[in-house]
């Protein structure tokens, strides 16, 4: 059994929370075999200390309570764009992160740390085992926007240090990792492993029936999910298809942009924006519609998906997928296989491909037959999770080979 310790931004506030889980998905599994410790940024009505899954979660405080919300609601980087003056929170959030990492170090005995994003939790974790006599190991995990985002000379500058600098490098996707070989080619040690979809229990095919015409999106309303282009794609649609409606889950910035497109397309009766869902209710809405899309594309800060977990969700219930050619996603959704793959930023190459998945049975039938199981082969927890195992055990070794 290792002991291990867990440095996350993202990580959910209580049970049910609608914060991205995948972070605590992973630890509650390798919780089955290792002592596992959580480092998470406090949030209102949050609990300082709790236990679960086996889980010991910590959230350190970086601010006045209320005044907390530089973390969590879309992640750092949005809640900067979307409130510049977060950016006044940042030093707190770092001295605050830095002091409650050291000394939760300097109070246990770590095998290995692992630092969820470059930015800033792998520089942070680099700075504190610096005060350390005996260090673990350091495993960072990138999950995209830390390398596709904070583009300036220090940013940059920080990326190649940990990038060179941490015992073992891991990425979500190949895309992400030769985007981090643009910053230095000098990273020690790395491998490719995404995060996982429970697709055993939780992300199956339903007996039930899809409902005809209903478009499903799923993610957080930033630009980089593309939505106002599946939106633009409705009108063409609705000259053949009148009943099709599009329901849009998740929150974020762009929403009122969003509804105020709709309104002007006059969609108000074919769009509805059912906000942030609880993330064990997801699969429902995947089982009852006809086609998920994922429109994403490369945002103007050159942000873009790091690998792309809601389409695997979708297609592990079975859900046709319609999404973009964006190098990250393409790993895993192959055109005419496993989705329907169209160019980015293009209303029309979208509407088209909804025409042909809602008309096309026999192709419909092949893609999500063929996704799941693609999908169930390579991106359950149960893989995703003894790959994560491999590794700690590996470092570990090697440790153990250099003391002897």
């Keep these: 059994m290792l002991k291990i310790l867990v440095l996350t931004s993202t990580f959910p506030r209580w049970k049910n929370d609608t914060t991205p889980s995948f972070v605590y998905q992973l630890s509650k599994r390798l919780a089955q075999k290792n002592e596992v410790h959580i480092l998470a940024p406090s949030a209102p009505n949050a609990l300082s200390k709790d236990r679960w899954d086996n889980l010991t979660i910590i959230r350190f405080k970086y601010f006045f309570n209320n005044l907390q919300s530089l973390a969590y609601n879309g992640g750092i980087s949005e809640n900067i764009k979307k409130s510049p003056a977060n950016i006044l929170l940042i030093p707190f959030f770092l001295i605050s992160q830095l002091i409650a990492l050291i000394r939760i170090l300097r109070k246990n005995e770590f095998d290995i740390v692992h630092a969820h994003w470059v930015i800033p939790q792998g520089l942070i974790a680099i700075i504190a085992l610096a005060f350390l006599k005996k260090q673990p190991k350091l495993i960072c995990t990138s999950h995209g926007a830390d390398l596709f985002s904070f583009n300036n000379i220090i940013a940059n500058s920080i990326k190649k240090y940990v990038l060179k600098h941490s015992d073992k490098m891991t990425f979500v996707s190949k895309a992400l990792e030769e985007k981090a070989r643009q910053y230095t080619t000098d990273i020690p040690n790395s491998s490719i492993i995404p995060m996982g979809v429970d697709l055993l229990n939780k992300f199956i095919p339903s007996n039930d029936a899809r409902i005809p015409n209903k478009i499903l999106f799923v993610g957080r309303l930033v630009e980089k999910k593309g939505v106002k282009y599946l939106i633009k794609s409705l009108p063409t649609l609705l000259i053949k298809h009148p009943n099709i409606t599009l329901d849009i889950i998740g929150t974020g910035p762009n929403i009122i942009k969003l509804k ?30 006809s086609i998920a899309v994922f429109p994403s594309i490369i945002a103007r800060n050159g942000d873009q998906e790091g690998f792309g977990l809601v389409p695997v969700e979708a297609s592990g219930c079975e859900c046709p997928i319609i999404a973009t050619n964006l190098p990250a996603l393409k790993e895993h959704l192959i055109h005419l296989k496993t989705a329907y793959i169209v160019k980015q930023k293009s209303s029309e190459s979208i509407s088209n491909a909804i025409e042909m998945l809602l008309t096309n049975k026999d192709l419909t039938k092949s893609i999500v037959e063929t996704a799941r199981a693609h999908m169930l082969l390579n991106y359950d927890w149960s893989t995703i999770t003894d790959n994560y195992q491999e590794q700690y055990e590996s470092l570990v070794q090697v440790t153990t080979k250099n003391s002897n």
Excluded: D, R, W
């Design 260 to 289: 105020q497109l709709v309104t002007q397309l006059n969609l108000n009766s074919t769009v509805e924006f059912l906000g942030a869902i609880e993330n064990n209710k997801l699969p429902e809405y995947y089982q009852k519609s």
